[in-house]
């Protein structure tokens, strides 16, 4: 059980569009989920934490017109990179909480 | 504000040996403590949590300490394999809604 999934794993794009990211708790139901970016050797920066049919709240420095989250249901959130450039790239992982944080695989970001 | 420490950024270890990971903490008095592994261009696996009033967790190879004294955890894999090699996160209560403060990891490498 706590299951949680990410699509896409992974995204090319080009700099200038917008990219979306689906977060999906499969076998519980999460009214929070949480929204990381980790580079390369870095631990994992929370971006910002997603509640269930109330606006996310965004960590200190994170743009929240850049980084748009919306958490819609109890089983899935979206964060989407708007207007995304090459500064972007990154792996965003999402967790859902359910007594612990349970991690989705990570979707690894390049925008050219 | 509250700091983590995992002392090393990377272990070696010799297969069939036990590894010990330290997750030092200050500014703090966590409710709980978990490690996570994480391999490369994946999301964290939770693996343990441990809380303030536990000194001591097992779970099959692995063995977690939390001494609130020394604000220190201690996490221990004994009989180590080739597969264990991975990234461990040591993560602390961060308060709130589930959120986690994370450590930035010890890469282990155990070899045959």
């Known amino acids: 059980g706590a299951v949680v999934s990410q699509h896409p794993s992974w995204v090319i794009c080009k700099s200038g569009t917008s990219v979306k990211i689906e977060c999906r708790s499969l076998?519980?139901?999460?009214?929070?989920m949480f929204w990381y970016r980790q580079f390369p050797k870095k631990s994992l920066m929370l971006m910002a934490t997603?509640?269930?049919?109330?606006?996310?709240?965004?960590e200190q420095g994170v743009e929240k017109d850049k980084f748009l989250i919306n958490h819609a249901s109890l089983t899935l959130s979206t964060l989407t990179v708007t207007s995304a450039h090459p500064e972007d790239s990154s792996f965003y992982i999402c967790?859902?909480?359910?007594?612990?944080?349970?991690f989705g695989p990570g979707t690894r970001l390049l925008v050219l | 504000s509250q700091k983590i420490e995992q002392n090393s950024e990377a272990l070696n270890i010799q297969e069939g040996k036990t590894a010990t990971l330290t997750c030092n903490y200050t500014?703090?008095?966590?409710?709980?403590l978990q490690w996570y592994r994480q391999d490369p261009g994946r999301g964290p696996v939770f693996l343990l949590l441990?809380?303030?009033?536990?000194k001591e967790k097992r779970k099959e190879r692995l063995k977690v300490t939390f001494d609130t004294t020394l604000k220190q955890s201690l996490f221990h894999i004994t009989a180590s394999q080739p597969a264990d090699s991975a990234t461990y996160l040591c993560?602390?209560?961060?308060?709130?809604?589930?959120?986690?403060?994370f450590g930035k990891g010890t890469k282990l490498s155990v070899k045959p």
């Open positions: 967790s859902a909480f359910r007594e612990t944080q349970y």
């Open positions: 076998d519980f139901q999460a009214t929070t």
């Open positions: 997603s509640n269930e049919g109330s606006k996310a709240t965004y």
């Open positions: 500014n703090y008095s966590p409710a709980y």
């Open positions: 441990i809380r303030e009033n536990e």
């Open positions: 993560a602390l209560d961060g308060g709130s809604q589930g959120n986690l403060i």
